[in-house]
C-alpha cells in the first residue's frame, strides 16, 4: 500500500504542475514510450469471495480457519470490494491517468472445482466487464494468471507440491487465453515465486503456512516453474501467432552485496542471492538451465548431513523444459521502510534455518550479518540480469501493492 500511496502523490504533483507552471510541467512528463501502471491481486481487491459460484481459495481457507492470522483479525473477505466496484475503479484509474492495470484472476472463481472441468460463467462475465471497461478508455489490462489464491480443493491435494498442478495450471491458463486473449496482450503466469514457495511452504508467512521447510518449498520451486513452462508454451504454441501477446512470470528479488570485501561476506551475499531470486531465473533464463548448481551442491551436501536417505535438491529438466532466453522478464522489487531491522530478522531466520549457509557458520552468524542491502540494490539487480549471465529481453517492473505486510507470522 506504502508503494501504492508514493505512486498517487507523483500523479497528483504532476498535474497540479500542469496548472500552475506548463513549462515546468513538461520536464516532469514521462518519457515516451514508457507506460505508468498499477498493480493488484485478485484476493487483495475483489471480495465477493462466496460470490456467483466461486469456491473457497487458500486465504479464506487460512483466514477463516485461524481467524486472527492476519495482524488486525481481517480477512479479503469484502476487501476492496472490486467485485461490485469495478465500474468507479476504472474511473479512478482514468483519474490517475494510467496506461495499464495489471490485476490477477481468481482461479476458484473461474475453475470453482479448480479442474477444468466446467467454467463458470459469472466469473468470465466479471473479468470480460472489467477488462471492457478498462478498453473503452484505453487503459491496456495486465493479466496475472496466479496471484495467491490457489483453489482450496487443489490445496487439499498438496497444491504446488503436486507435480500433476503442471497440468492444472495449464489447463486453468488456456481457459483464460481462450476466454481473454483477443483483448488481452500482457501477461504474468506467476507473481512471486519465492514468496509462493518459501513463505507458503517453506515458512509460515503466507497460505498455506505449510513450515515444511527445505521440502515443501523445493517441491513448489520446481512444481510452479514447470507450471509456468506448461503456461508459457500452451500461449506460445496456441495463441501467440493469433493474438500477438506477450507473456513471462513475476518474480521479487532483492540484491544482496558482502559488506566487505572478505572472501566469507562474499560467498554469503553470492549464495543468498543465488538462493533468494536466483533460484528461479537461472532455470528459465540461463543456458544450461536447471536450479542453480551452487544450490543443488549445497543441499545436497546438507541432506547428508543432516541424514536425510536422499538428497532434498530438485531438478527441472524435462523434455521441454522451462523457456529459456525469449521469454519476458518481470521483476518487482520492494524495499521495506524498516530496511535495517528487517536485514537483522533475516539473518537470524536464513543462519539458522536455510540450507544457503552451513551448520558450522550458526554460530557465526554475527560475521555474516555483513551482508547488506543497498538502496541501490534495483541498479545492481538489473545489470546482473540485463545484460550479465542472462540474455537480453524485454522487462517490466512492476511493483505491487501491498496486503501481505498486514499479515503475521502468528503460531497458528
Ligand atoms: C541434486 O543435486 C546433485 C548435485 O548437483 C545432482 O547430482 C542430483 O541429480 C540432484 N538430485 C535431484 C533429485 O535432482
Ligand atoms: C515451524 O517449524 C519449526 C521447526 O521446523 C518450528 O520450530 C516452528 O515452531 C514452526 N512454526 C510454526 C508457526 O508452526
Redesign the pocket.
Known amino acids: 500500500m506504502k508503494l501504492m500511496c508514493s505512486v498517487l502523490l507523483l500523479c497528483w504533483s504532476v498535474s497540479l504542475a500542469a496548472e500552475v507552471r506548463t513549462t515546468r510541467n513538461d520536464l516532469r512528463k514521462f518519457p515516451d514510450g514508457f507506460l505508468f501502471g498499477t498493480a493488484t491481486a485478485s484476493y487483495q481487491v475483489e471480495g465477493a469471495w462466496d460470490e456467483d459460484g466461486k469456491t473457497e481459495n487458500i486465504w479464506d481457507h487460512m483466514t477463516h480457519t485461524h481467524t486472527c492470522i492476519i495482524q488486525d483479525c481481517s480477512n479479503g473477505d469484502v476487501a476492496d470490494d472490486s467485485y461490485h466496484q469495478y465500474e468507479r475503479d476504472v474511473e479512478m484509474m482514468r483519474e490517475l491517468g494510467l496506461d495499464f492495470y495489471r490485476f490477477s484472476l481468481s482461479w476458484p472463481r473461474l475453475l470453482p472445482s479448480g479442474f477444468a472441468d466446467r467454467v463458470n460463467e459469472a466469473g468470465v462475465a466479471y473479468y470480460n466487464n472489467l477488462i471492457n471497461e478498462m478498453l473503452k478508455y484505453n487503459i491496456e489490462p495486465m493479466i496475472t494468471l496466479y496471484h495467491w489464491d490457489l483453489p482450496q480443493r487443489l490445496q487439499d491435494l498438496g497444491g504446488w507440491a503436486n507435480p500433476h498442478i503442471v497440468d492444472w495450471f495449464g489447463d486453468y491458463a488456456r481457459v483464460a487465453f481462450e476466454q481473454f486473449g483477443d483483448r488481452v496482450k500482457y501477461w504474468l503466469t506467476i507473481n512471486e515465486p519465492r514468496e509462493i514457495c518459501y513463505q507458503g511452504y517453506g515458512?509460515?508467512e503466507k497460505a498455506p503456512?505449510l513450515?515444511v521447510?527445505g521440502i515443501g518449498d523445493y517441491l513448489c520451486a520446481k512444481n510452479l516453474l514447470l507450471a509456468h513452462a506448461r503456461a508459457y508454451h500452451i500461449y506460445d504454441d496456441d495463441f501467440r501467432s493469433t493474438n500477438g501477446g506477450a507473456i513471462g512470470i513475476s518474480f521479487s528479488a532483492k540484491w544482496y552485496e558482502p559488506e566487505t570485501d572478505s572472501e566469507e561476506d562474499i560467498l554469503a551475499a553470492e549464495e543468498q542471492n543465488q538462493f533468494e531470486w536466483n533460484e528461479y531465473v537461472h532455470p528459465i533464463y540461463s543456458e544450461t538451465g536447471d536450479f542453480p548448481p551452487i544450490m543443488k551442491e549445497k543441499i545436497a551436501a546438507k541432506s547428508v548431513q543432516q541424514g536425510f536417505p536422499r538428497s532434498r535438491n530438485e531438478s527441472v529438466y524435462q523434455t521441454r523444459p522451462v523457456p529459456s532466453f525469449y521469454d519476458d522478464l518481470d521483476t518487482g522489487f520492494y524495499q521495506p521502510s524498516d530496511w535495517e531491522s528487517a536485514a537483522s530478522s533475516w539473518l537470524k531466520i536464513c543462519s539458522s534455518?536455510t540450507d544457503q549457509l552451513d551448520g558450522s557458520n550458526l554460530d557465526q552468524s554475527q560475521n555474516l550479518a555483513s551482508i547488506g542491502s543497498h538502496t541501490y540494490g534495483t541498479d545492481m539487480l538489473f545489470s546482473d540480469i540485463d545484460p550479465g549471465p542472462y540474455r537480453n529481453g524485454p522487462c517490466y517492473l512492476t511493483p505491487v501493492n501491498d496486503y501481505h505486510q498486514q499479515s503475521a507470522?502468528?503460531?497458528?
Open positions: 515458512a509460515t503456512v513450515n521447510t534455518e507470522a502468528l503460531p497458528l
